[in-house]
Every structure is written in C-alpha cells, then in structure tokens.
C-alpha cells in the first residue's frame, strides 16, 4: 500500500468552501458590530451638545446666540462667530 501526502482536489474544495461560508457568516456580524459604534458614537456626541448647552445656559441664564461678531465694536464684519465655537468651552 502506498502511503499519499497532501490533499486531494476534492478536500482542498471542501477546506475553501467551509471557509468561504464562515467568513459569509462573519461579515454581517462584523458590520453591524460597527454601525453600533457610529450610532453610538453618534448619540454621545448629541449628548455633549446637549449638556453644553445646558451648561452655558446655567452659567449665562440665556442660550447662546446664532452668531457673534468677532470684533463687537464692528458687528457688521463678515467675520463671525457661530454658535457651535461660543459652545465649546462647555463641551466635553
């Protein structure tokens, strides 16, 4: 009898398609593994702009204005603030 070595055509389709079908099974679970965190990350980032704003607002007793200008003694400057930049000392 003689001894062979190595795999056969029809073991080698097999090893692959066993982990083709693990790696399709894989793939989903990994995806929405991520979607997770963005949706996650995405929540905190609402709740720090909550919480900012409640903060500002405990501090100022008014929520902050759309826009400031840069230089008060000329508010019509092009030149401006947003509310988001007269937040962020507020977030985290």
Request: some cysteine.
């Amino acid at each position: 009898m003689i001894k062979r070595r190595g795999f056969t055509t029809v073991e080698c389709l097999v090893c692959v398609s066993v982990i083709a079908i693990l790696i399709a099974l894989i793939v989903p679970a990994v995806q929405q593994a991520r979607e997770a965190a963005r949706r996650s990350t995405c929540k905190n980032n609402l709740k720090q702009f909550g919480l900012g704003l409640h903060n500002y607002h405990d501090t100022h007793e008014v929520f902050p204005p759309g826009w400031m200008p840069r230089h008060p003694a000329d508010p019509i400057a092009a030149d401006s603030w947003a509310w988001s930049v007269v937040l962020l000392p507020y977030l985290d």
